[in-house]
């Protein structure tokens, strides 16, 4: 670590320094806003990060000592592996993940709760230390592979998921040395050692082969620009380059499954298994960036719109297949089989908020939007209320209520179910923790001329342009119940600031006016969908608001989605909605054939109630008769919470 | 084989002489007419039966050697497992198979070409030697379990497939048995062999446990039936009732995968894996009939009928998973993901054929019907025209063109391409094999006052409706491309004969008229779809004429289908037909989007060209422009013969 920034190329803002944040490129036309820089402060996203804070955490460092996927590690310095050795072979993955969402709540927690902080990091450091005795004298870091009795290192490329899990490791350790930039902690070192011995053994000269599950290449290249290590983020480029050109087995699938099939800067679209697809694309913007290779950024764009446009369900899901939990072709995007794993729709916010980050400008909504639609419609849909069970995947139409899980009994993830504590296959939960955990630095972006705030929940911003040019802002906002943003500066340099707000696309008839001390309130003006800019000196007590119409509405599927034809979704903001079939109960359809229903488009949607309940109806009917009722429709994110149930959220029509 | 017959409550027709048909039960409404009453002599069912003796049993035959499946039984009989075996845990069930298939072409040679049949025999028999060669002194048989270095017998239910192998095995026995009743096969005591031993394993104090995938239940009651072993029906009887009281390991699919879930008689639907729901479902049947088990028997009709109307494509296919090859739940039938498996197809077919064989009068036409829609829709989809590749699973929307499969490569199973030569699970070419070898047996069937003719195809048929009572029949058809179907009485007891034609559900305004040499032809008389019967004391040369309207038809989905709102599928007769991206070559579609692409249905099918060579042209437009051509569709089982292309059955209308 005696490399500086402006040795590497990495930012020449002092390694110590960096936003607390997941991602910090070299550079880019704005930076994310880390965890020191952002606090949310209420709404839905508060919540979330409440429950997850109180409650998930906790849950899931239970489940890895009582699965024995910790003790793995225990069992590696003692020398009882293979024998004791429990979980899959990508069990140590879901260690580092949970030390990573601990790191961003310990990151979080900081300011406002130091005690709570204090007692996560040393839960934490305990657990580093257990890791780090099962670390070999050169860096080697795996309980599945190695020792006697075990296949030798590196031998399984492409199941074996040990690259995969260093990849986590890195990502761990990078969110340690962001948000304890000065305090040595041990994880980063193990990840260094880590990462010197990678590099040693798939260098230039190395193994010329690629991990079958691609995140190596996302852990490596930010843990070099964490450590100012750009041998890193070429080992990275290493990985991204060799893959695609079939260095991996052919398997059953193809190898199109883990993205062996076509080369990253040739391929036109996302394709095989949704999450590899996703962390390969994210790790492959990192090292674009960081190597300013534009070609390969202008394919991962184009792979990126693609990807969008076709594969990508209205909730923002992706991944249409069970059977491989990938990608289907272009238009397949069956409701009912969908897949969308929770993990899936993680990973496509890694890859749209990298490529956020890189944007001249232009698509910046555009990939805020689909970040936002992925969080509310996926994200925040796999958790339960209580933050102690997820979805592992995400159908859009249960035709038969699924079995309510034990909370006790680990599940099978591919079975039709309610939220169940944990899988076999448990990635899911820890993924979505440390999502949440790190959300802050999701909300705004800035460059020299200003802040882009860029997903809406009540917040405190507070950062500088440049050196001395600080800006405090407060975001007040009841969204996505309603959809009045109000920006408050509390503080601003003299000269001109450019405060920029998301359009989303779905918020045709927006408005933005800005309210100062000294005049009137600006007249109201009517804003295009996409970025919003004021550029103005600002005082003290100055806001600008975004008003979003926040008013539900029928939306058509594409024509060329088959499995959707003759349907409608319901949607509100950037929240989508769902019939379930515990709420005919006392209507006129009570006990009606839940495929019998569809919905009446030429009746008005209702809202009902306001404020943060305010709720949506539908009039629903049963095909063959003159049967009718008001439905009330619940967000996405909230179906089954009130035990098995039939849902759909594509509704028939006609 | 000292019990007889009256004995045995089997029918008292000596087991030596019982027709030379897959299916014989103790007892029925009628009952299958054999290879030795039935030769198919044109037309498509007899081109496909050319091509399957003359191509695809030697491709089998060649690829179970090159691929070691036969030489497993060489190394068990030398001592050379499990060091050597190759294969799948079930390949011994494809050399099973495989006999069975060249014993139905030897009963449908035997007349017609004695010699080929000798020198198939010989090959068979050669065959057989190797596999008893394998056979252990208490009569076990298998090449993956039980020898030192292998799991022991019976160990592993689940997967291992040692009783689903033994049942193909009888099922190959019972074809030899019938084709050559008095030779003594040496297959016939292999499976004799193995049947007693599986008794004393899983008989009443025995494993109290089932095969993880149904098939010795209706291989062991056949095998019953053909050797006069009432303790074999017994045996199969147990293993139905064993199952669905969970006496398999949960599984992450659950145990419905393999009807482990519910027991069968209690069971509203077939589900699971649809190959093993349908072998089982068959040999429910079987023993539900011969153990004169009426509420199984009514239990198994209400499975079908619940099946057939909300679990079947429209091909006739079954099972809509890739991931567990399974049926989804009721309407759950997406084109493109359709598995509909050839395999699930032919067993669809032995459980629709077995209850047709009991049904008291209503509903041998539906059975009839749903056979007739499988045979041309799937089993005949699945090979090559030159019977040297096949289709495992047969999708009804093809969105992007399938690679070609080298002919000289095993195949995997799930990958998208056209027809391949063999797979690692290889189980579909044998079975289409064993299908197309048996056919004739599905043709007609009798009672005793007289013959039901049920699927159409230029035969001859030859029975006797009770001793002495002889009746000789030759139908006359270019079905399925023309509608007339004619049967000529060419030998006739005295005294009143029914003759039976089945009526397809799709065939509204048939006809039929009798026609004799003593007087004019009766007026033709419409008939209601069903079964329709004309019943005289019938002359030689008397003709009963049924006319079917062979016309193209669009028919709209079932409304609850939501893969398929919004489209038609064109039928013309039994065939399903298919749009195929090649046939827009040449139009002014060419190079057009496929998904782009929809049916104007105000604009009737048209046929083009005449008799067997009679195609259908639709008009087909362009979204979003007015452009229109008249476009070729193909019947959906010769799809994909002139290189990968673009498909769809169900094409959007809108």
Redesign the interface.
Known sequence: MTTTGAETGLPSASLATAPVAPVVPARGARRMLGLGEVTITGGFWADRQRVNGEHTLSHIGDWLEREGWIANFDLAAAGGLPQGRRGREFSDSEVYKYLEAVAWEVGRLDASDPARAAELEQRADAVVARVAAAQQADGYLNTMFGREGQAPRWSQLEWGHELYCLGHLFQSAVAWQRVRPTSHKEIVEIARRSADLVLEAFGEAGIQSVCGHAEIEVGLAELGRALGRPEYVAQALLFVERRGHGVLAD????RSYYQDDIPVREAVVLRGHAVRANYLAAGAVDVAVDTSDEDLLTALVSQWERTAERRTYVTGGQG?????EAF?????L????AYSETCAGIASIMFSERLLLQDSGENVARYGDLVERTLYNVVATSPQADGRAFFYSNTL?Q??PGAVSDPDVVS????SALRAPWF?VSCCPPNVARTFASLAAYIATADASGVQVLQYAPARIATELSPGRAVELTVETEYPARGVIRVRVDAAPSGPVTLSLRVPAWAAGASVRTITGDETPSQSRAVETGMVSVTREFAVGDVVELTLPIVPRFTAPD??V??????VVVQRGPEVFALESVDLDGTALEGADF??LFVDTSVALREVGSGVTAGVTAAVRR?GTSEVADVPLVPYHSWANRGPSSMRVWI?SS
Chains 1, 2 share one sequence.
Do not use: K, L
């Not at 249409?320 to 491989?324: M, N, R």
């Open positions: 398997i059953e699938w193809g249409s297949h069970h059977q491989d289907g072709e272009d238009w397949e069956p409701s009912d089989r139409h035709r038969v099978p993830r591919a079975r076999e024509p060329r088959d499995a959707i034809r003759g349907t495929a019998d095909r028939p």
